[in-house]
């Protein structure tokens, strides 16, 4: 148990909803990451957050949107969601931000399926 | 900019044989790598992380992996594979020229045969 948790495990939606992926970090890390893990384009880093800013953006499209929260927790919201987004989502979190190589402890992961 | 490339997306060892998992890098400056595994329906995990001190570096679950600058490596192995070894492992790069984002290679899927 890496202290990550996610949630929901599982979401099944159709084509052009919206959802949430919730994340808690680990107790005492400051950062939170958002990978997307598909079997066609691998695991995907989509964003980073330090502390409540925005860090770092990866692959992330503009239908997708992430915040952090002041209790440090995440969401990511996907939007207009397309059968491609059908993907596993990691959450990972670090104790600190880009300051020296940063350990990241990954959560379970959300499942989402769209159909 | 820094990269991540992982020979080899499938490997198959039999129970007992050497684990040997690669892993080269690009980096404008020494880096920092990690190597990750991932087993079936979790998320990642530290196996073990290069961070500029011994080359050698020893992990969890009997893996270790040597970092050579002069081939730009970081490749994983275990002497003898163990069925419960069956992962995806992936390597990762934190380059401190680039803010220590980290890049994550593709993957390796290992299997362990009987």
């Known amino acids: 148990d890496s202290g990550v948790t996610q949630t929901p495990k599982h979401l099944i939606t159709a084509t052009g909803q919206r959802v949430t992926l919730r994340c808690s970090p680990r107790s005492g890390d400051l950062s939170v990451y958002w990978y997307q893990q598909s079997l066609d384009q691998g695991l995907q880093f989509l964003i980073q957050?330090?502390?409540?800013?925005?860090?770092a953006k990866g692959n992330i499209l503009e239908r997708f949107s992430a915040q952090q929260f002041p209790d440090l927790h995440s969401e990511l919201n996907l939007s207009s969601l397309e059968l491609g987004d059908s993907a596993l989502y990691f959450c990972?979190?670090?104790?600190?931000?880009?300051?020296?190589?940063?350990?990241?402890?990954f959560g379970p992961g959300t499942r989402l399926l769209v159909l | 900019a820094q990269s991540v490339t992982q020979l080899g997306s499938h490997v198959s060892v039999s129970e007992g044989a050497l684990v040997l998992l690669r892993c080269n890098y690009s980096s404008s400056v020494p880096p920092y790598l990690f190597w990750y595994v991932q087993y079936p329906n979790q998320g990642l995990q530290l196996l073990l992380k290069y961070t500029s001190a011994a080359t050698l570096v020893k992990g969890i679950n009997g893996f270790e992996a040597e970092f050579k600058k002069s081939e730009t490596s970081f490749h994983l192995t275990k002497p003898s594979a163990h069925m419960s070894d069956a992962a995806e492992y992936f390597c990762a790069v934190s380059d401190p020229g680039g803010g220590f984002k980290t890049i994550f290679g593709a993957g390796t899927r290992l299997f362990v045969k009987a």
């Open positions: 990972a979190s670090s104790v600190g931000g880009s300051v020296g190589p940063q350990t990241q402890y």
């Open positions: 957050y330090y502390n409540g800013e925005e860090r």
